[in-house]
C-alpha cells in the first residue's frame, strides 16, 4: 500500500519528509534522494511499531484531502510504499449465486476475488494487496 509523503525544504536545512497520514512519523535527509531512502524506513519503521502496539493502519489519504491543509502547500508530494502485510489463506462459504455476483463485479473492476472482497470490508472500492 502506498502513502503520501511531503518533503519540506527551507533555506539552512536539510529535506524533511513527514507523513500526513502517520502524525509522528518524520526523517531528513541532505539529498533529494537520501530523504526518500529515509521516508523508506520512517515509514516501515512506524507502520511496525503500530502493528506491535496493536493500533490501526489507516487507510492512505487522497493527495486532494492532504494538499487542502494550508501548511501543506509548498511541499512537494510522493508516494512511498508501507511494508506489506502478511497474506493469510482463509476458507469462506457463499451460495453459488453469491459468489457468481462476487466474480462479476471484481471482473468489472479488473480486481482478484479476494482483493474485491478486502476492499469491500476496508470500506472503498481501490485496489488493495492480496
Do not use: W
Amino acid at each position: 500500500m502506498n502513502y503520501i509523503a511531503l518533503i519540506h525544504k527551507d533555506a539552512r536545512s536539510d529535506y524533511g519528509v513527514s507523513f500526513p497520514d502517520f502524525p509522528g512519523c518524520i526523517t531528513a535527509g541532505k539529498t533529494l534522494d537520501e530523504a526518500k531512502d529515509l521516508a523508506q524506513e520512517a515509514l516501515k519503521g512506524h507502520v511496525n511499531l503500530m502493528k506491535e502496539m496493536e493500533e490501526t493502519i489507516p487507510a492512505p489519504s487522497s493527495l486532494e484531502s492532504i494538499m487542502k491543509d494550508l501548511n501543506d502547500k509548498d511541499s512537494v508530494a510522493f508516494l512511498v510504499e508501507a511494508p506489506l502485510a502478511r497474506i493469510v489463506r482463509v476458507n469462506v462459504s457463499f451460495s453459488e449465486d453469491t459468489l457468481h455476483y462476487i466474480d462479476e463485479q471484481a471482473q468489472k473492476r479488473h480486481m482478484s476475488r479476494s482483493a474485491y472482497l478486502a476492499s469491500l470490508a476496508l470500506g472503498n472500492e481501490r485496489k488493495v494487496s492480496v
